[in-house]
């Protein structure tokens, strides 16, 4: 019964505006993840899903505390592998945002830097210990 309720949650193609279809999701990411970014979009195609999230935009970094922080584009987005979904593999796309200074020109920029990642892989944590340990 649940696999009915989550195939009939799953679309090809989605922003989100469902809260069923986020709770699915966000039972597939990491609490740690979700701390930081939100779920934006959802891609699902015969042999993969790619979930998008996209940092909170109350987190602007240290450095520019106690400063007026404005928007100053996305940095490059960093694609996670995590755990298969009913034999699809399953990517997460972290989108992270760029702040600059109000009244600058923009040519300094901050961001905030995360430690998701596997050591030397492209994996979550999670599934980076997973595998370490199955295919050592």
């Known amino acids: 019964m649940c696999w009915r309720i989550f195939k009939f949650a799953v679309m090809e193609e989605t922003s989100l505006p469902d809260q069923l279809q986020f709770k699915l999701y966000s039972l597939l990411v990491s609490k740690e993840i979700l701390l930081y970014f939100e779920i934006t979009k959802v891609k ?3 042999s993969d899903v790619t979930i998008e999230l996209t940092e909170k935009p109350e987190l602007i970094p240290e450095k520019l505390k106690g400063k007026e922080a404005v928007l100053n584009g ?5 694609e996670l592998q995590t755990y298969p979904i009913q034999g699809k593999s399953c990517h997460l796309k972290l989108i992270r945002r760029r702040w600059k200074e109000k009244g600058t020109d923009g040519k300094q920029s901050y961001w905030n830097e995360y430690d998701f990642a596997a050591e030397g892989t492209k994996a979550t944590k999670a599934f980076g210990a997973f595998l370490k340990e199955y295919y050592p």
């Open 44 to 46: 699902e195609h015969t």
């Open 74 to 78: 996305y940095l490059h987005e960093l």
